[in-house]
């Protein structure tokens, strides 16, 4: 994995001129078919003088429209912001070759709302594959995953018509149970079901726990069924893969088809963030022929999106570089450590992945009030804690840590006495 660091300068220069080779509303060529202009002037008037140092905040205002995917080779969609797309394109590129580990012009992608809406594409890509390729019926179809997976997996199930199958998992190392797969699947395909669309984890958002994705694929070529998996990396995907050197989710690994990670958690890009890849030959299994006012039709669940938003991410990624980038993640992974190594001297138990940054905690352990204060997210709100989780994000400071461990060792000594 690697890419150049650039400076602000190099960035500015980038993007202003892939903002040139858009076509302008206020420039000379002519544009009156297009139902779309720059933003409203009375707010966002565009000589502003900071603008000319802003680069996302420019792109913003001339709000070019990146609907459709530009990793494909048919005709550019709406070539009036060929400028733009071409640094979506160039991010695509960069994330699924550098980050992932693909082979070049391996895999398309976009960028989507965020996780859910990637997950969402996911499956029904597959859903439409298995309806496709293998006639499948949607009671045929199921969608595989474990309970602490995010919700945009029953969200997107109900949306699209297919069977949920939720996998239990271990209450201590929050593995998936391997009795409960061959369980679970047993039944599912005595109830029918031949097609299973499986979900691998790249941190839960609750535990930062890890799905065993080689365990998973391997599972399902010995039960001789059609399978694809889709990894959900929204929250991991910009920390994982730099703190652990061997990982698996790689598009080296055949079993990896296609993955969601968002700008908008690790990568501290605005809201509307969420990256979808897969691999070349899929994302034509959603393809809406109606979209006739396209050239080169539509392939996402969003349809008109924004151009800065890809900018944003190409943006962040290229300031820091990959070096820049690991370093980073691997400093917050530090910081992570350390609270556990006290954790562990306090006699509190908790959860952890070691490549990520979020601990879950015992709620024997503290308060409400204790979890409270610090803003502590539960695993659950309509039954009783079990835990609550830190999640040590760039913002969270080491006097803040230190007052919480303090908060935490006085109230375990006063449960004490
Ligand atoms: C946040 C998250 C999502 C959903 O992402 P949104 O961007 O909020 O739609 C999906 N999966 C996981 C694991 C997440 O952490």
């Given at each position: 994995m690697?890419?150049?660091?650039?400076?602000?300068?190099?960035?500015?220069e980038i993007v202003f001129k892939a903002l040139g080779e858009n076509l302008d509303y206020r420039g000379e060529r002519p544009i009156l078919g297009i139902p779309g202009t720059y933003l409203d002037t009375s707010e966002f008037y565009p000589d502003a003088p900071f603008l000319q140092d802003a680069p996302y905040m420019s792109a913003m205002v001339r709000n070019p429209n990146h609907i459709g995917v530009h990793t494909l080779s048919d005709k550019s969609v709406l070539e009036v912001f060929?400028?733009?797309?071409?640094?979506?394109?160039?991010?695509?590129?960069?994330?699924?070759?550098?980050?992932?580990?693909?082979?070049?012009?391996?895999?398309?992608?976009?960028?989507?709302?965020?996780?859910?809406?990637?997950?969402?594409?996911?499956?029904?890509?597959?859903?439409n594959y298995f309806i496709k390729e293998h006639g499948a019926r949607l009671g045929e179809i199921g969608l595989v995953y474990s309970e602490d997976s995010h919700y945009s997996m029953p969200k997107g199930a109900n949306i699209l018509n297919i069977q949920n199958i939720i996998l239990e998992v271990d209450s201590e190392t929050r593995e998936i149970l391997k009795s409960s797969l061959e369980e679970k699947i047993k039944e599912a395909r005595s109830n029918g079901v031949k097609y299973f669309i499986v979900i691998a984890n790249l941190s839960t958002t609750m535990f930062g726990s890890v799905d065993d994705i080689d365990m998973l694929g391997d599972f399902f070529s010995n039960q001789n069924v059609d399978f694809r998996i889709h990894v959900d990396a929204a929250y991991g995907g910009f920390i994982y893969p730099?703190?652990?050197?061997?990982?698996?989710?790689?598009?080296?690994?055949p079993y990896m088809n296609s993955i969601t990670a968002d700008g908008h958690k690790m990568l501290q890009t605005p809201y509307g963030t969420g990256l979808f890849l897969i691999r070349k030959g899929y994302i034509e299994y959603v393809k809406t022929e109606e979209a006739q006012y396209i050239p080169g039709k539509d392939y996402t669940i969003s349809g008109s999106r924004s151009g800065a938003n890809a900018i944003s991410m190409w943006m962040i990624l290229k300031i820091h570089g990959s070096e820049g980038w690991k370093y980073k993640m691997e400093t917050l992974c530090d910081k992570t450590e350390r609270i556990c190594k006290k954790l562990e001297k306090m006699g509190v138990e908790y959860f952890r992945n070691p490549y990520n940054n979020i601990i879950a905690i015992k709620a024997k352990y503290m308060s409400a009030e204790l979890a409270d204060k610090y803003y502590l997210v539960a695993n659950s709100y309509e039954h009783k804690a079990e835990w609550y989780k830190i999640v040590v994000m760039p913002h969270v400071k080491p006097g803040t840590i230190d007052s919480f461990l303090m908060d935490l060792a006085g109230e375990l000594k006063s449960k004490k006495n």
């Open positions: 690697y890419w150049k660091k650039l400076s602000h300068e190099q960035i500015k060929e400028g733009t797309q071409k640094i979506e394109r160039e991010l695509i590129h960069l994330v699924a070759e550098e980050i992932f580990n693909g082979e070049p012009n391996g895999q398309d992608g976009y960028v989507a709302t965020g996780g859910t809406e990637a997950n969402i594409q996911a499956m029904w890509i597959y859903r730099f703190t652990n050197t061997t990982s698996r989710f790689t598009f080296q690994n």
